[in-house]
């Protein structure tokens, strides 16, 4: 999809503008950053390459046919001296022949002429490699494989880092309105107080600590939205925007039970072991380094060979070459070459392709061991994501009634002005903590997504 197809779904099928900017959800930013990241770029770029790979694989085995023309000019034409053999035979008659005795001895013969123009082609077929023909094509074919896979892992990471700058926005969203609520509640607060004061029932003191209290909340709310600023900015960098491009998000964090969570640990390690792009580019460069092998053997073999040629010649020595001055040659030949002695090359060859087949047999027992970590980790974290949410919730139910009956035991005189701000902060703490707590379980669920390459999944 191109850029401004993008920009077009965006501004139609949404419909989001407000105020100049462009507000986007997690389902339209992701297409943009697919579209502008680099590293997406250059993987589709790497694909296209082991594409052309294949067929250039494919050249090795199919026939090659070459034309030619050449002409050349002899400044020097070379000679030689022969005996003169005419003269040799006809010595029998030298009697009736007087001019055989003024003959030379040795005559001078001119190889060619000045001017030589050939032009004709060449067909040649590799009939047998030695193997290393096939385990070419089924090489190029794995790195075609590799590369496809490379591209889902950049995607795959692009799509988690896009999803955790976007719901880094929509927190920072939630924590600007936790402040405001605050704000508010404070004001509120100092509101009942002063009114209490001007009735004589509330003290100097307990207005001055409402006071306090409205102030110490104001830079908190102008932190948040600085904090909210930031976290757009970060977005825009992910999606490949300009700086000076206005965006808002449109969202929310919300709880989703999520029963791949739930999955047994070993199997969720399984999963991944299959689906995981690098696991499976792994794979293919394994069975690229085998065939590395097949290769490598290979130079220890005789290769067949069948060319055939077709050209024709003229010679002259002069420029004016015409249809019946050339000569044509027609042949066909088979050709067998033995590799004898290579100077130790193609053993040391063969050594180091079996070597790089059990480094990378090593690095796939690596890579799986770290995948399984990786898995555990995210499960754990999935399952703690989990029970800090439920936790989170009765925090907020609990805190948000203390607050309401501290307000209302003040009001009645039957608490003091110290339980009522104890009662807000425990609130804003709790909106806080619950706020977060939804953040890392949707950050924990598409992390454990994300290790068992299943992200696309929860999109």
Same mark, same amino acid.
């Given at each position: &999809?191109?850029?401004? #197809? %993008?920009? !077009?779904?965006? $501004?139609?099928? +949404?419909?989001?503008?407000?105020?100049?900017?462009?507000?986007?959800?997690?389902?339209?930013?992701?297409?943009?950053?697919?579209?502008?990241?680099?590293?997406?770029?250059?993987?589709?770029?790497?694909?296209?390459?082991?594409?052309?790979?294949?067929?250039?694989?494919?050249?090795?085995?199919?026939?090659?046919?070459?034309?030619?023309?050449?002409?050349?000019?002899?400044?020097?034409?070379?000679?030689?001296?022969?005996?003169?053999?005419?003269?040799?035979?006809?010595?029998?008659?030298?009697?009736?022949?007087?001019?055989?005795?003024?003959?030379?001895?040795?005559?001078?013969?001119?190889?060619?002429?000045?001017?030589?123009?050939?032009?004709?082609?060449?067909?040649?077929?590799?009939?047998?490699?030695?193997?290393?023909?096939?385990?070419?094509?089924?090489?190029? &074919?794995?790195?075609? #494989? %590799?590369? !496809?896979?490379? $591209?889902?892992? +950049?995607?795959?990471?692009?799509?988690?880092?896009?999803?955790?700058?976007?719901?880094?926005?929509?927190?920072?969203?939630?924590?600007?309105?936790?402040?405001?609520?605050?704000?508010?509640?404070?004001?509120?607060?100092?509101?009942?107080?002063?009114?209490?004061?001007?009735?004589?029932?509330?003290?100097?003191?307990?207005?001055?600590?409402?006071?306090?209290?409205?102030?110490?909340?104001?830079?908190?709310?102008?932190?948040?939205?600085?904090?909210?600023?930031?976290?757009?900015?970060?977005?825009?960098?992910?999606?490949?925007?300009?700086?000076?491009?206005?965006?808002?998000?449109?969202?929310?964090?919300?709880?989703?039970?999520?029963?791949?969570?739930?999955?047994?640990?070993?199997?969720?390690?399984?999963?991944?072991?299959?689906?995981?792009?690098?696991?499976?580019?792994?794979?293919?460069?394994?069975?690229?380094?085998?065939?590395?092998?097949?290769?490598?053997?290979?130079?220890?073999?005789?290769?067949?060979?069948?060319?055939?040629?077709?050209?024709?010649?003229?010679?002259?020595?002069?420029?004016?070459?015409?249809?019946?001055?050339?000569?044509?040659?027609?042949?066909?030949?088979?050709?067998?070459?033995?590799?004898?002695?290579?100077?130790?090359?193609?053993?040391?060859?063969?050594?180091?392709?079996?070597?790089?087949?059990?480094?990378?047999?090593?690095?796939?027992?690596?890579?799986?061991?770290?995948?399984?970590?990786?898995?555990?980790?995210?499960?754990?974290?999935?399952?703690?994501?989990?029970?800090?949410?439920?936790?989170?919730?009765?925090?907020?139910?609990?805190?948000?009634?203390?607050?309401?009956?501290?307000?209302?035991?003040?009001?009645?005189?039957?608490?003091?002005?110290?339980?009522?701000?104890?009662?807000?902060?425990?609130?804003?703490?709790?909106?806080?903590?619950?706020?977060?707590?939804?953040?890392?379980?949707?950050?924990?669920?598409?992390?454990?997504?994300?290790?068992?390459?299943?992200?696309?999944?929860?999109?």
């Amino acid at each position: &999809m191109q850029l401004w #197809k %993008a920009g !077009l779904l965006i $501004l139609f099928s +949404s419909g989001l503008m407000a105020q100049g900017k462009m507000v986007l959800t997690l389902e339209e930013a992701i297409p943009i950053a697919l579209e502008n990241n680099p590293e997406i770029k250059i993987a589709e770029k790497e694909l296209t390459k082991a594409q052309a790979a294949v067929w250039e694989a494919y050249s090795t085995v199919m026939p090659s046919l070459n034309g030619s023309v050449s002409f050349q000019h002899a400044w020097s034409i070379q000679e030689t001296t022969i005996p003169n053999f005419i003269k040799f035979m006809l010595g029998p008659m030298a009697q009736m022949i007087p001019e055989l005795a003024d003959m030379p001895d040795y005559v001078k013969l001119s190889f060619g002429l000045e001017n030589t123009f050939v032009y004709g082609v060449n067909l040649t077929q590799p009939l047998y490699l030695g193997g290393a023909g096939v385990a070419g094509i089924r090489m190029s &074919m794995a790195g075609k #494989k %590799a590369a !496809l896979y490379n $591209l889902e892992m +950049s995607r795959q990471n692009l799509i988690h880092q896009t999803s955790q700058a976007f719901f880094s926005c929509i927190l920072a969203q939630e924590l600007v309105r936790v402040q405001e609520q605050a704000m508010e509640q404070a004001q509120a607060n100092l509101d009942i107080v002063e009114k209490k004061y001007n009735a004589g029932s509330a003290s100097g003191f307990d207005r001055m600590r409402a006071q306090v209290e409205v102030a110490n909340l104001k830079p908190e709310v102008i932190n948040a939205n600085n904090n909210l600023k930031m976290a757009l900015t970060l977005l825009k960098n992910v999606l490949g925007m300009e700086v000076n491009t206005a965006i808002d998000v449109k969202g929310s964090l919300n709880y989703q039970k999520d029963e791949f969570g739930r999955t047994e640990l070993a199997e969720l390690q399984k999963i991944a072991r299959i689906n995981r792009p690098e696991v499976l580019a792994l794979g293919e460069h394994k069975y690229i380094t085998s065939k590395n092998i097949n290769i490598a053997r290979s130079q220890f073999l005789p290769k067949l060979f069948f060319s055939t040629d077709y050209s024709k010649m003229a010679m002259r020595n002069d420029y004016k070459f015409a249809e019946r001055d050339f000569s044509e040659g027609f042949t066909s030949a088979f050709a067998l070459q033995i590799p004898l002695f290579s100077g130790f090359r193609n053993a040391k060859g063969y050594q180091k392709a079996k070597l790089d087949y059990r480094i990378m047999v090593d690095s796939e027992k690596q890579l799986n061991d770290g995948i399984d970590a990786q898995v555990e980790v995210a499960y754990n974290v999935f399952q703690e994501a989990d029970q800090k949410y439920k936790s989170a919730v009765e925090s907020v139910d609990l805190a948000e009634e203390a607050l309401r009956l501290a307000t209302l035991m003040y009001e009645e005189g039957a608490s003091t002005q110290l339980d009522v701000l104890n009662s807000q902060l425990a609130l804003t703490r709790a909106r806080l903590n619950y706020i977060n707590t939804v953040f890392q379980y949707q950050m924990a669920r598409y992390e454990l997504r994300k290790s068992t390459g299943t992200l696309e999944g929860i999109l």
